[in-house]
């Protein structure tokens, strides 16, 4: 396996040269008995089509994602046992700030495979109202932000307003690699 390009740019931003080096030196020579095995000019014939899906399965992978994937997927696994058998978590569950969209649909799909219907339409109904509320704020600030552009709005207050673009992202996407505050 290899490292998408996100897992290498925080590598990299550790500034762990000597680490990465080892770790690049042994991928770099697991890939070349790829090339040696087939040999670059063979990329161009029908001998290279096994070359080339080991190229684009490594540039497909990644370690640390697929760690985090499955351990994520062990993470939903708890929620959805611990939402089924303790009613202190349900409440815990409800009473969250937001899901983003990313971990909604996780949260959705895993409930899914594990839940019976009925279980898995009150268990979607709670994710869904904690993330409709927190969507509804978030429209509401993206609204201001934007009204605050126009000259008759100027002398309002900015409220949330003025982190509204960041958090709508983050709401859209999940980036958990940064926090709200950081710049």
Known sequence: EGFCRLHYDMMLERKNRLGMALMLQSHLGELA???EHTGIASLFSSAGA???GRLESLEQSCYICGRIDHSFEKLLDNIIYL???DAAFRKKLQSQK???LPHFRMLSEQSAKRLSKKNQKEFCSSVKTVTKSYFDLLRGDIDHFCRKFDYRFQDEPWGNAKSAVERSVK???GDIHKSENSK
Request: glycine share 0%; aromatic share 34%; with cysteine.
């Open 98 to 100: 937001m899901f983003c």
């Open 83 to 85: 939402w089924e058998n």
């Open 171 to 173: 709401f859209l996407y």
């Open 50 to 52: 096994e070359l080339a």
């Open 33 to 35: 008995d790829s090339f």
